[in-house]
């Protein structure tokens, strides 16, 4: 929490907080996932998010609609506002791509 002075009488307390626990979550490609996140503070409140340290969006919430193989890594959010800003706990996202059965043979038996 920071304080933010207003002349030399009024004090105006601001603060951000995220909130968002440590999440592992495993996904079929092509699927669709959504992160969500929310944080406690003085409004406005914006978001950044990160994938892998490099931004990759902002708002509350990032959609990924069709979960590619590259879209796996770890994820974070920065909420920010005039106090300052502060990061998310992370959020790790593996992809498996489902594969076909293989070598499938089917035998007839007569009896």
Same mark, same amino acid.
């Given at each position: 929490?920071?304080?933010?002075?207003?002349?030399?009488i009024i004090s105006l307390i601001l603060s951000v907080a995220a909130k968002a626990?440590?999440?592992s979550e495993t996904v079929l490609t092509n699927t669709k996932i959504t992160l969500?996140?929310?944080?406690? /503070? +003085?409004?406005?409140? %914006?978001? &950044?998010?990160?994938?892998? @340290?490099?931004?990759?969006?902002?708002?509350?919430?990032? =959609? !990924?609609?069709?979960?590619?193989?590259?879209?796996? /890594? +770890?994820?974070?959010? %920065?909420? &920010?506002?005039?106090?300052? @800003?502060?990061?998310?706990?992370?959020?790790?996202?593996? =992809? !498996?791509?489902?594969?076909?059965?293989?070598?499938?043979?089917?035998?007839?038996?007569?009896?």
């Open positions: 929490m920071k304080k933010l002075l207003l002349g030399s626990q440590d999440v969500t996140v929310t944080a406690d /503070g +003085t409004l406005p409140i %914006t978001y &950044t998010w990160f994938k892998n @340290s490099v931004q990759v969006a902002t708002g509350s919430s990032l =959609v !990924i609609n069709s979960v590619q193989a590259s879209d796996a /890594g +770890t994820y974070k959010v %920065t909420a &920010t506002n005039l106090a300052g @800003s502060t990061d998310s706990n992370n959020a790790t996202i593996v =992809v !498996i791509t489902p594969v076909a059965p293989s070598n499938v043979k089917i035998t007839i038996t007569k009896g």
